[in-house]
């Protein structure tokens, strides 16, 4: 009998919660709008303040200190055809040489990324509403991709110069001058090009897209992502759409 006293309280105990976790559901769901069908302007203007956040954060991130030097994914090293140089370098005790040219080619980059916002608001502002479409219902780099297709050479063509006065300005075409003067000494070794403007400018380029990317992915899988009212009903829709495949 004392046993049966103590399970009944405790049975209603336990119905009495499930109740008010139900209720609270209901409760959740009832302030969740319905979104409704964003019309065609609303998917252009949601999907170009995604892209605007994501490249913007892209260029914040990697423009500051460490942006690409604490970065592992992107950090720039010595060219692939300069890496024997680099080895010989620090064979014979030149480590600090080679560790002033690492960091400044990366300071460069960052000091560079600064200008990143610009030209890719330049190409946001271009796209057609099949390009919003494609990119919103594509793949999950479908905006990265756009990206590469569309702004690669004129990054180029505008990073160049950049490059160049940022490499100036935080001594790495002297750092890796001195290396490539260095080595080029050595007897017996092909020579090393003591130009790495166009290297880096790549590099720079390539870390750009690489962190946009994983914005994109982010926005994409993230909810906590959608920021905006807009962002969430638009990217609620290309789910839905995934999902149902209507």
């Not at 490249?55 to 970065?71: E, H, I, M, R, Y």
């Not at 000091?111 to 916002?117: P, S, T, V």
């Not at 509403?129 to 990265?144: E, F, H």
């Given at each position: 009998m004392k046993t049966r006293l103590i399970i009944i309280p405790a049975l209603i105990a336990f119905i009495t919660l499930t109740s008010c976790d139900t209720l609270n559901q209901v409760a959740n769901a009832a302030t969740v709008p319905?979104?409704?069908?964003?019309?065609?302007?609303?998917?252009?203007?949601?999907?170009?303040?995604?892209?605007?956040?994501?490249?913007?954060?892209?260029?914040?991130?990697?423009?500051?200190?460490?942006?690409?030097?604490?970065?592992?994914?992107?950090?720039?090293?010595?060219?692939?055809?300069?890496?024997?140089?680099?080895?010989?370098?620090?064979?014979?005790?030149?480590?600090?040489?080679?560790?002033?040219?690492?960091?400044?080619?990366?300071?460069?980059?960052?000091?560079?990324?600064?200008?990143?916002?610009?030209?890719?608001?330049?190409?946001?502002?271009?796209?057609?509403?099949?390009?919003?479409?494609?990119?919103?219902?594509?793949?999950?780099?479908?905006?990265?991709?756009?990206f590469k297709r569309t702004t690669t050479a004129k990054l180029s063509l505008q990073f160049k110069p950049v490059i160049q006065g940022s490499l100036n300005k935080v001594n790495a075409t002297k750092y890796y001058g001195d290396a490539a003067q260095a080595y080029n000494k050595v007897p017996f070794v092909k020579k090393m090009n003591p130009d790495i403007t166009d290297y880096v400018t790549q590099k720079a380029i390539d870390g750009l897209f690489v962190e946009i990317a994983k914005e994109e992915l982010n926005i994409r899988q993230n909810l906590g992502a959608r920021t905006t009212p807009l962002l969430q009903k638009v990217f609620a829709f290309a789910d839905k759409k995934k999902t149902t495949g209507q």
């Open positions: 319905n979104q409704g069908t964003p019309s065609s302007l609303e998917i252009g203007n949601g999907l170009k303040q995604a892209l605007q956040i994501g490249t913007g954060k892209s260029a914040d991130q990697l423009s500051a200190v460490d942006g690409f030097f604490g970065n592992a994914a992107i950090k720039i090293l010595f060219p692939p055809e300069a890496q024997k140089a680099e080895k010989t370098l620090r064979g014979l005790g030149l480590n600090s040489l080679c560790d002033n040219v690492i960091l400044s080619l990366n300071r460069a980059a960052e000091d560079a990324a600064k200008q990143a916002k610009p030209i890719f608001v330049d190409a946001i502002k271009q796209m057609t509403l099949q390009d919003v479409t494609n990119i919103l219902l594509g793949s999950q780099d479908a905006a990265t991709q756009y």
